[in-house]
């Protein structure tokens, strides 16, 4: 039998392949098939490559990264290229590890040189005291810090010197040496002090002992400035303490002027040489700030006292500490003298003490003090003391009572304090006050012997009136006079309309605008306030006018719910006038719902006008026999202005309330 082997390869075989030897056949076979599997794998590889490439470049692409670039090698991928910052080569890592497995990228890139190191800000800080000098900072190494060192040991000789400085490698900046040296001179001259010391720029701060010495030391730094650096000087002077505290002022023929001045800071300065400007110092004025002021308020009271002098004309005015003397000139006259001086000791400040002192005149013996009080009252209310009390505690008894009887923003006080005044003089200062507020306008004068109060009135009682107040207080047998006239132009009485007027004003008020409430409701309109201020001057000039507010509504609704709205709407409108601070005893609230119309209930307009409040004069009840008993009006208030000759019915009674739209 053939070998099957043998007969298939002599079937399928070309003719070609006939002639090799069937040694060769299976290994030539196997060559073949390892042949075709290296093509697939290489195939197999280059897709791969290909398609991660691709991949991770979209990806970069996509990233914004352009500067990195992809190679592969069989499932490997290397990333090359120069990344800007170490950031933004992790970014290119991370990005193509999210296409591939990280295992597989290969991180060849590099990252671009950091710019060179700039070279650190050489710096010095002196600090000098009497203790020595410190220096902290960082400075080049080298001869550099042996010279700052060693010029300063110089300067300091035995005293101590604390050495922090740092050093680094680095080139000498340009006008560094320029700056130290200009650094090391200004700390000579300055025992106080601390320096600030860079390549272009040096910063002195400083104390020096006075004003003259900051302005030598400011000019000397300045001339030994080198060409091109920046100097920067805070050299201050410490204020001088001033003790006592003094100023004078003084006005005379020479004019107005500062023998001293003192202020503590420039604020006050200010108002104080503006005080003296207004009094009339010309030229430049000069106030040393310096430390010491006895209180907060010391300019209040120069300004006072400056502004004082001037009213006088003429004089001295001096200050120490919070001991104020005030010297007028013999050309002043005594009433404006006490005038002046009553008005300064009434606002000066409680720390002050004031001594004021009118020179006599040459021909005339020292002054000699007559009692006297005056109270004068303008026409306009206004209430001016002035005059004598004999303490404190008296003048604040007299001030708190006129402010309590004229008003605190009326009155205004220029009284003096002077011992030893009559006995009872504030009783009768009290009783003078008293009395005068009866009148207009006028005055009261108090003297030792007597009281005389002179004025005019609107009151045709007030003469009485005073005279009552006088006696009683002062008792019989003082002495008092009295020159009061009555002007019936003054009267309130007589200037007042009457009710019937009073009820006409009110009608035109209200048939100009209406009181307005808030649909089915008491509750009256934002805008009603206006018409109800109106309403309310009128009823102050007749308080006594017996007046109804009278309550309507249109004819929608129940007519139960209607009068119940109606009178409550007359009574939202009398609390509202009692808020007004109108005496109410003399009116009445009453509803009458729609019981009245004055138009048709059928439209809009008609209903619009039937919801009303109107007020009505009336007058007291008629006698019962005017009426039989039983009839219907019998007894009620008769109509004296407004709708007198109609037949208004009374109110029905009140029911349970209820909601309409009214």
Known sequence: ?????????????????????????????????????????????????????????????????????????????????????????????????????????????????????????????????????????????????????????????????????????????????????????????????????????????????????????????NRKRPSGLKVVLDISAPRPVITPFTLRFLIDGDGARFD?????????????????????????????IGLGVPTTVWADAVTMAITALKELGAGSVTFSDADISLIAAETVQQADFDRVVGELESNLPEVFSLNAVLTPKADQAAETVVPEFIATLSDKGMLDMRGRLG???????????????????????????????????????????????????GQAVVREDSIEIRGVTGSPQARDTVARILTS???????????????????????????????????????KTKISFEPGSAQLTRESGDVLDRIAEVLKGCPDAPIEIGGHTDAQGREEMNLALSEDRAEAVLAALMERRILTASLTATGYGETVPVADNDSETGRETNRRIEFRLVAPAVAANTATPGEAGAGEPVIEAQQATEDTPRPKLRPDRGGTDN
Not at 263 to 279: G, K, N, Y
Not at 490 to 507: H, R, S
Request: contains cysteine; negative net charge.
């Open 473 to 511: 207080k002062l008792g019989e047998g003082q002495t008092y006079k009295l020159s009061v006239r009555y002007d019936e132009k003054l009267d309130p009485l007589l200037g007042l309309p009457t009710p019937e007027e009073c009820v006409a004003q009110i009608n035109t008020i209200l048939a």
């Open 1 to 221: 039998m053939r070998n099957p082997l043998r007969l298939l390869t002599e079937l399928r075989a070309p003719a070609s392949l006939t002639r090799i030897p069937v040694r060769l056949l299976a290994p030539l076979t196997f060559l073949v098939a390892a042949g075709l599997c290296s093509l697939g794998a290489v195939w197999a590889a280059a897709v791969i490559e290909s398609r991660s490439a691709e991949g991770i470049s979209a990806a970069l692409q996509g990233g914004g990264i352009e500067w990195a670039a992809v190679a592969t090698d069989g499932l490997q991928v290397t990333l090359t290229g120069t990344a800007p910052t170490e950031a933004a080569r992790f970014r290119a890592l991370s990005l193509a590890g999210g296409v591939v497995d990280s295992d597989r990228v290969i991180d060849a890139m590099e990252v671009a040189d950091a710019a060179a190191l700039k070279a650190p800000d050489f710096k010095i800080e002196v600090l000098r005291n009497d203790d020595g000098i410190s220096l902290i900072g960082l400075i080049p190494s080298g001869e550099v810090r042996e010279k700052v060192v060693g010029d300063l040991k110089e300067l300091i000789g035995s005293g101590t010197l604390t050495d922090m400085l740092e050093t680094a490698e680095h080139p000498v900046p340009a006008g560094w040496e320029e700056a130290v040296d200009f650094g090391v001179k200004a700390l000579r001259s300055l025992p106080r002090s601390k320096i600030s010391i860079s390549a272009n720029e040096v910063k002195v701060t400083a104390i020096s002992d006075s004003p003259a010495e900051k302005a030598r030391l400011e000019g000397e730094l």
């Open 391 to 441: 303490d404190e505690r008296s003048r604040d008894a007299v001030e708190s009572y006129a402010r309590a009887r004229f008003g605190t923003a009326s009155v205004h006080t220029a009284t003096r304090i002077t011992p030893d005044m009559p006995q009872g003089w504030p009783v009768r200062v009290l009783a003078a006050l008293e009395a005068l507020g009866e009148l207009a306008n």
């Open 260 to 288: 001293a001045c003192s202020a503590e800071s420039e604020r006050a300065r200010d108002r104080i040489v503006a005080a003296a400007q207004a009094a009339g110092a010309e030229g430049q004025q000069t106030c040393t």
